[in-house]
């Protein structure tokens, strides 16, 4: 079974060859043409620069534990940039590999339980190097149906067959890996979903993959920092880290304040992509500054594990609140809550008035969201104190639109 194609940049289908040829002014014209469709579906997406100095109480962005503007990470990152310089220079197996790079993988596979890490430059290209090198065309990859898309895309990239099974359903897995007739499988499943922040059953996804004799790849970007024991992840509070069959992939963009990802899992695992995997053989290093930030994050991370308990406490304060007013919030396994709106333009425009009122919060609308749900999704963060909490409760209640309260609810909003 082949996933369906989710993309925010689908374009319609292309019309049959014209008898002659267009002029070179026309041959984007269907780009106009998309365009105005997306306008019409209210999915049309900006990009809108930030200064410096921003002032706006950010719960858009995934900074979960505070730390990208820690002095001791940005510290960090000026003494690698200035050491090492502005980049790399090369890929990893040419000259792009520092000597931050490798006290990086070590003490990153040392803090998760794993064997070993490699590397990348960021996490999606770490997720299409796991599901495309740990593949074959005698491989079926089961893949939940609310994956993050770097997952999907590695999944399309894959010489594999992928059946696109249901949301957290591990006897679904199980059922598909009992027919299975291919020789291998790989079972593959976010920790935490990005969306709706909803974690992964992984005890029982790993028991239904090793009964169908199958390796289980976690996708651990919104677990790191925030769950298990001191943040050591989603693997760690499962009880999964460093198994044999078991492969986590991580970003370092989020808990770790800084940017690049990494793959974690047994020895083997990491020297068959570090010889095998295209996204890390012909992609530039990860520049040192992100390196030695992410590497200064990690530490203290180590040195102050009671941010991943205050990042899960703001979380579930802010889902409680918003629900006490009335909004339909969920309950947050890990970070992520999100705040359900009554359509996409509702939400982008929700979102857009809480910006004016200074609260940068995120829009998640189709084709994004895999249950075609809109709505706007609020990272927490350790350093978010009490009094911006309420200002962030406040404000997303205040200038909710109309739907996003039921009826019966509006008067008791707080």
């Not at 993309?7 to 043409?33: G, H, I, Y």
């Not at 990802?261 to 695992?269: D, F, K, Q, S, T």
């Not at 339909?328 to 705040?339: G, Q």
């Amino acid at each position: 079974m082949t996933l369906p194609l989710t993309s925010a940049s689908s374009a319609p289908s292309a019309p049959t060859a014209p008898t002659t040829p267009s002029a070179p002014a026309q041959v984007f014209d269907w780009l106009d043409e998309a365009a105005a469709l997306r306008a019409d579906a209210g999915l049309t997406r900006t990009l809108r620069s930030r200064t410096a100095e921003d002032q706006v109480l950010d719960l858009a962005g995934n900074d979960y534990l505070g730390l990208t503007r820690h002095p001791a990470v940005t510290r960090a990152a000026g003494e690698a940039a200035l050491r090492w310089g502005g980049g790399s220079t090369g890929s990893r197996l040419v000259t792009g590999t520092t000597a931050l790079h490798t006290e990086l993988e070590r003490e990153l596979a040392e803090f998760c339980g794993a064997e070993a890490a490699l590397v990348f430059s960021s996490g999606y290209t770490a997720n299409l190097a796991a599901l495309t090198a740990l593949t074959d065309p005698d491989t079926l990859i089961v893949s939940d149906a609310y994956n993050h898309a770097s997952l999907i895309d590695g999944c399309r990239l894959a010489r594999a067959d992928v059946h696109r099974a249901p949301h957290s359903d591990p006897a679904a897995v199980a059922e598909v890996l009992a027919a299975r007739e291919q020789r291998r499988a790989l079972v593959v499943t976010d920790s935490v979903f990005s969306v709706d922040g909803d974690a992964a059953p992984l005890r029982a996804l790993s028991e239904a993959a090793r009964t169908g004799g199958a390796a289980l790849l976690v996708d651990d970007a919104h677990g790191l920092g925030v769950l298990g024991p001191g943040g050591r992840g989603a693997l760690a509070a499962a009880g999964l880290a460093g198994q044999p069959d078991t492969v986590a992939t991580v970003t370092l963009s989020k808990s770790l304040g800084s940017q690049g990802g990494a793959v974690l899992g047994p020895h083997r695992v990491i020297r068959h992509l570090t010889e095998t995997a295209r996204t890390f053989i012909f992609d530039t290093g990860l520049a040192p500054a992100a390196a030695g930030a992410a590497l200064a994050a990690l530490r203290l991370l180590r040195a102050e594990p009671q941010r991943a308990d205050r990042a899960r406490e703001v979380a579930r304060g802010l889902a409680a609140r918003l629900t006490a007013a009335g909004l339909h919030a969920c309950t947050p396994d890990a970070a992520v809550v999100s705040v359900r709106a009554p359509g996409p333009e509702a939400a982008l425009a929700w979102a857009a008035d809480c910006r004016r009122a200074g609260l940068a919060v995120g829009c998640f609308r189709p084709p994004s969201v895999p249950d075609g749900i809109s709505r706007l999704r609020l990272t927490a963060r350790a350093d978010l104190t009490d009094t911006q909490i309420t200002q962030a409760v406040r404000t997303i209640a205040d200038l909710a639109p109309a739907g996003a309260i039921p009826v019966d609810r509006v008067g008791s909003r707080q």
